[in-house]
């Protein structure tokens, strides 16, 4: 029997290139993003917030990271009683609003990604951008 478990990480050099990415991408689309990236055990890795951001969307943009380090599913998925009650029964921590993907190499999960400062379909296009940039897995 095992006394311990293993698990992997984003790096710092990949979550720094995913919130330049994300910036990047915001900025073609006209929207002055936040972008968060989360371990694998939802704490932050990498932060940034492009000029003329806005406020909120700095805690948005952590909550879709660590939503999606936690459930490994690009966020909005939630329905029903769960869409409230999984926000509710995590002190607000995790949520609902689309813009949030995992973060998956080679079928790795290594974490989060929260993109806030648009609509939220804008924020869950922008993630996806960087997904593809950054050569990970596409969520399912």
Do not use: C, W
């Not at 330049?20 to 990498?46: C, F, N």
């Not at 932060?47 to 943009?61: F, K, L, Q």
């Not at 329905?79 to 998956?104: C, S, Y």
């Amino acid at each position: 029997m095992s006394t311990y478990i293993e698990t992997a990480n984003v790096n710092l050099e990949t979550a720094l290139r995913a919130v330049q990415l994300g910036i990047e991408e915001g900025a073609k689309r006209g929207i002055a993003v936040i972008v968060t990236v989360s371990d694998s055990a939802m704490s932050p890795v990498a932060y940034g917030r492009a000029d003329g951001s806005t406020p909120h969307s700095i805690e948005t943009s952590r909550r879709k990271a660590a939503t999606s380090a936690s459930t490994r599913k690009a966020t909005g998925y939630m329905q029903g009683e769960l869409a409230t009650a999984l926000p509710l029964g995590t002190g607000q921590i995790l949520t609902n609003i689309r813009g949030g993907v995992p973060l998956v190499f080679a079928g790795r999960h290594v974490g989060g990604l929260g993109i806030a400062g648009g609509l939220p379909d804008q924020d869950a296009e922008i993630a996806l951008a960087v997904v593809e940039r950054l050569g990970a897995d596409t969520p399912a």
